[in-house]
């Protein structure tokens, strides 16, 4: 058991995942020698070598799409994309293929591969480097799409993405890279893609986040001081709709915290269950804390774009008095 | 420093068999009789499915269709040479390439007819689905061929595509990839003139579209695409190379898409009749059965025998097809993911029940 940051656990997961199945390959740009922009791939390169390590050219939907061929002949990829707003580029080969491979051929051929993309804001970096494009893909039939918020989650739920004989998106936290670590076991552990996480257990309320959002919704649950139950629901899809009914049976009361632009996002989505699954329940309107339907502001002004404890705050106070 | 020449580089094309069906000497691969009739008929098929094709799309019998005419010997002489455990890529004009490799052609028509089981080749064959995007699935053939090079396999990738997909980013994506990891691929470009009504002028300003796989660092070379011989001899040479190791090579076929686009195009609102008229006179079946029957190895009774053959074959292929089950409701929901989940039980649920 090692003390380890979520990007660290992310590394240890890839490299024990190398070691363990020969067809992992890490592909990407500077994921070699360089171990990556975040150093989620350091060392693999020294330990695996220049055909399981790839530095690609410069060439995002080149590195989705050459990934789906080494998938349908054996290999199991997992390729990292440097910045969520790179993602773009990449997007026809995610929706046109990755997706539809299984469906369209009929279960013949079929994509075991991973998407690896640091994503969210908060670490005032410049313009397309902050972005929240998941609900894109949660969108997309034949794709999963998870986010870890803890590096043990990390670890477990990378494992689990890498082995499951889906394409898996997996969107990891930038902002929470670094930010604190955690006990991680060096054996071999996965965590279920389509759970979510109960991460603490109350009464009066459901707050529901993904990502670097927990940690706000768990800032804020202490401040507004109130009994809550917050769940991280780690795989955005397919969705832990049980979870959160279960919950908000209980409770009766929900906030859901998104980073993303709110129009449409996810959060749309888990009201929209809830209202189909436990309308009668509530006891008031089921709040969102979203980012803007803006363009995702440069530095100066991403933290009034983000989500704050603050606002998170203020929504559950007016849901607890409504 | 003063100005110097870094590099200078050479095009060139290739044709043995022309319009009239005589063959170059010099560069006549001699090839059996048997291997050039088997190409011969197999065109032959490709063409009168080709047509049926169309007349079942116009009766109502199958969705929209996209001919091949003019086009077989860009495709039958360089899938036929695919062997077992090779890889093949089509884009959504290639059902002679597909016959060629083998693929029951009743199997198009299920998949044009509207039902993707049409696409589930068998475990044996490696025939990816039509990619209907267009240009995006030579990436997809360069890491299916890089993943048998890891693996140290002799097998290859062979991606057919049309002129129109030289335009798009992920052509310039998959052959500067298959270029940086020298992977076992077979570009084959059908420069057939024409992307629906934008003509060949209108996709790049490039004198040919070989001398794209320059910028690469990988051979590329033109053919006549309506020359049977050409085509056989430029994949050939391509798939040693590929075999031994030397990487990718891209082969623009230069031909001619004697149909509309699809079922639903109209070529007549942007070509005229003169040159389609041009074109016909290079047909790359005619030339052959010249070819073959100057030089005895083709009569009036082989050819007699060949259209009964292959009118009984194909009607064959249309009651196969038309006996095939229809798709069930499950289908659309049972293939997305290897176990499925649960919202997709309760949407299939609340459709079937």
């Known amino acids: 058991m090692t003390n380890l940051t979520l990007i660290q656990a992310v590394n240890q997961a890839l490299q024990q995942e190398m070691k363990r199945d020969p067809t992992v390959m890490v592909l990407g740009e500077d994921v070699g020698k360089n171990g990556g922009v975040f150093r989620a791939t350091e060392g693999l390169w020294q330990a695996f070598g220049d055909e399981r390590v790839v530095d690609t050219p410069l060439a995002e939907s080149g590195i989705v799409g050459v990934s789906l061929g080494l998938a349908v002949n054996g290999f199991k990829p997992v390729a990292e994309i440097q910045f969520d707003g790179f993602l773009a580029p990449a997007f026809d080969q995610v929706i046109s293929h990755v997706g539809r491979i299984r469906n369209r051929s009929r279960g013949r051929f079929h994509a075991q591969l991973v998407i690896r993309v640091p994503y969210g804001g908060g670490i005032h970096a410049p313009e397309h480097h902050s972005e929240s494009p998941e609900t894109y893909f949660v969108h997309t039939p034949g794709i999963k799409v998870v986010i870890p918020s803890t590096p043990y989650d990390a670890k477990g739920l990378l494992l689990a993405a890498i082995r499951d004989p889906d394409p898996v998106l997996f969107f990891e936290p930038k902002k929470i890279y670094r930010a604190f670590r955690q006990e991680v076991p060096e054996t071999d552990y996965t965590i279920p893609i389509g759970k979510a996480r109960l991460v603490k257990q109350g009464h009066d309320i459901t707050v529901i986040a993904w990502g670097a959002q927990v940690r706000t919704a768990e800032q804020a649950v202490v401040q507004a001081k109130v009994d809550a139950d917050i769940i991280d629901l780690r795989t955005l899809s397919p969705l832990d709709t049980d979870t959160v009914i279960n919950s908000v049976t209980k409770t009766g009361r929900c906030v859901i915290v998104q980073e993303a632009p709110k129009t449409c996002g996810l959060a749309a989505e888990v009201i929209a269950r809830i209202n189909e699954r436990a309308l009668l329940s509530l006891e008031a309107p089921v709040a969102r804390v979203t980012g803007f339907d803006t363009v995702m502001p440069l530095s100066r002004l991403e933290d009034s774009y983000l989500p704050s404890p603050e606002r998170v705050v203020k929504a559950i106070k007016k849901t607890m008095e409504f | ?353």
């Open chain 2, 1 to 353: 420093m003063p100005r110097k020449t870094l590099a200078t580089f050479r095009v060139s094309s290739l044709s043995i068999l022309d319009a009239a069906g005589k063959v170059d000497p010099n560069l006549d691969p001699k090839l059996p009789a048997k291997t050039l009739q088997q190409m011969y008929s197999l065109m032959v098929l490709a063409r009168v499915f080709d047509d049926k094709a169309i007349a079942l799309q116009r009766q109502g019998r199958i969705g929209t269709y996209a001919p091949v005419k003019g086009q077989e010997a860009c495709q039958v002489p360089s899938a036929l040479q695919l062997t077992k455990g090779d890889w093949l890529f089509p884009a959504f004009r290639e059902a002679a390439a597909t016959i060629a490799f083998g693929i029951p052609p009743e199997r198009l028509l299920q998949y044009w007819g509207g039902d993707e089981q049409g696409s589930k080749c068998a475990a044996d064959k490696n025939l990816f689905p039509v990619s209907i995007p267009v240009g995006s699935h030579m990436l997809h053939a360069v890491g299916a061929s890089w993943a048998a090079k890891l693996r140290k396999e002799k097998a290859i990738a062979l991606t057919y595509f049309g002129d129109g997909a030289t335009s798009e980013g992920d052509f310039h994506e998959a052959m500067n990839f298959a270029g940086v990891f020298k992977t076992p691929t077979i570009f084959l470009c059908q420069n057939n003139q024409w992307a629906i009504s934008v003509p060949r002028e209108r996709q790049t300003a490039a004198a040919s579209l070989a001398q794209k796989a320059i910028a690469y660092g990988i051979p590329g070379m033109q053919v006549d695409g309506n020359d049977m011989l050409a085509v056989y001899v430029a994949t050939k040479e391509a798939i040693a190379r590929a075999r031994a190791g030397e990487g990718p090579t891209l082969i623009e076929c230069f031909t001619y898409r004697i149909g509309d686009h699809t079922t639903s195009d109209d070529a007549t609102r942007y070509r005229t009749n003169k040159e389609v008229a041009s074109w016909k006179k290079k047909d790359p079946i005619d030339r052959v059965r010249t070819y073959l029957s100057a030089n005895n190895m083709w009569d009036e009774n082989q050819e007699k025998q060949l259209q009964l053959n292959t009118a009984a074959q194909l009607d064959k292929i249309v009651q196969a097809y038309e006996t095939f089950p229809k798709p069930k409701i499950n289908d659309m929901f049972d293939y997305l993911y290897a176990q499925p989940t649960q919202e997709l039980v309760q949407q299939k649920q609340e459709l079937t029940s």
